[in-house]
């Protein structure tokens, strides 16, 4: 579309919330060099990502396979159920009808577009699985990765269209209605999920297709003129879930380097952690003081950006995986580079936001901690 044409009214149900004078004074706009820089960073981000990846997810298959617990089966029926196309059309339908019959257009274009975004990634989705034809798990007794052009059924695993038609919609309610992200995100996170546990898809085919859905879902919510825009936004966004994604997957079936590396990364990582944390939590306190007794240490404390990385890269070194810890720099150096603003949660504001994200932090330190090489390599 050119871009003079007039963008689609915008009719989103709750808009988000607008920067204050101070965040758009402070805020860079990335140069067209850096923005395409980024740009092919995240891909190449991608790119490496799932390709790692793809080298070794046939362990976690062959694992998944040797276990029967009816409740891991019951998540993967749950998640099939919930991703069909047949349940999110008629998700979307609903909230349509519903809103021309409340005479509320709102609602009525949450269905219009959640409708077109789950038919367009569909389409999308169907034309790569053929055209790549790579076998579905239980087409799959070797490890290794064939594709090329077929029509066969059983011959479409990549991209996943449960995680693509899933992230589509998503994408398009999280725009619409941004109050319940965490929720849309999360239902499309566990539909793809479940599709590995069922044992449908790899790893790989679930994720590429999250990326395809989420870049989807994101376009379409938003003025159509400006895509480029939009397209660009999506990927540098879609970056840190990525790496979370190819973490989940990746960490539980990696033993980890020589002993010595190892217990450094740990270490590293534990101190790394511990001095984000602190460093949050002072400048939480010094934003709370109403006499400003040390002018320069305020400041100082009050620029929590090398905390949040701080934070962000000990998690990394948890993994004690020197391909999550590059993956990690290659996204903060993406989202350097294209002037990302962070999340509005890493500002520290309140002491109750505080003690939900040292608890978020903990557990997940834990969960690392946790899920590192409990898979055994078959």
């Known amino acids: 579309m050119d871009s003079g044409a007039s963008p689609r009214p915008s009719l989103a149900i709750s808009s988000e919330v607008p920067a204050s004078a101070s ?52 998540l993967g029926d749950l998640g099939n159920q919930l991703g069909q196309g047949i349940t999110l059309f008629g998700l979307c339908g609903i909230v349509a009808l519903a809103g021309w019959m409340a005479a509320q257009p709102r609602w009525r274009q949450v269905g219009i577009d959640g409708v077109v975004a789950h038919a367009l990634a569909g389409v999308m989705t169907q034309f790569l699985k053929h055209a790549i034809g790579r076998p579905r798990p239980r087409f799959t007794h070797r490890d290794i990765w064939q594709f090329g052009p077929s029509l066969q059924s059983g011959l479409d695993a990549f991209p996943s269209g449960h995680a693509s038609a899933s992230f589509a919609v998503a994408a398009v309610l999280s725009r619409h209605v941004p109050q319940g992200s965490w929720l849309w995100y999360g239902l499309a996170g566990f539909v793809a999920i479940s599709r590995v546990i069922r044992g449908s898809h790899f790893p790989t085919d679930v994720l590429a297709g999250a990326l395809l859905g989420f870049v989807v879902g994101y376009v379409w919510s938003r003025p159509l003129c400006q895509w480029r825009r939009s397209c660009y936004e999506a990927m540098m966004k879609s970056l840190p879930w990525g790496v979370c994604g190819f973490m989940i997957f990746w960490v539980p079936f990696h033993q980890g380097p020589p002993d010595g590396v190892g217990l450094v ?114």
């Not at 758009?24 to 850096?34: A, C, F």
């Not at 740009?39 to 998944?64: D, M, N, T």
Request: glycine content about 12%; proline content about 5%.
């Open 23 to 74: 965040d758009q004074e402070d805020s860079r706009q990335p140069s067209k060099r850096e923005t395409y820089a980024a740009f092919l960073l995240a891909v190449g981000i991608w790119i490496v990502g799932l390709g790692v990846l793809i080298q070794h997810e046939f362990s976690l298959i062959l694992f998944l396979r040797s276990l029967h617990l009816p409740v891991l089966e019951a």
């Open 265 to 378: 990364m740990l270490g590293g990582g534990s101190l790394m952690i511990l001095s984000g944390m602190g460093w949050r939590w002072s400048a939480y306190w010094m934003s709370k003081q109403p006499h400003q007794l040390w002018p320069q240490l305020s400041r100082f404390f009050r620029v929590v950006s090398p905390a949040n990385l701080l934070i962000v890269g000990g998690l990394a070194c948890l993994t004690q995986s020197l391909i999550v810890v590059g993956l990690t720099g290659a996204t903060i150096a993406a989202w350097t580079v294209g002037a990302v603003a962070p999340p509005r949660f890493w500002e520290p504001k309140t002491g109750r936001q505080e003690v939900y994200l040292s608890g978020a932090v903990i557990g997940g330190a834990g969960l690392i901690a946790w899920m590192a090489g409990v898979v055994p390599v078959m």
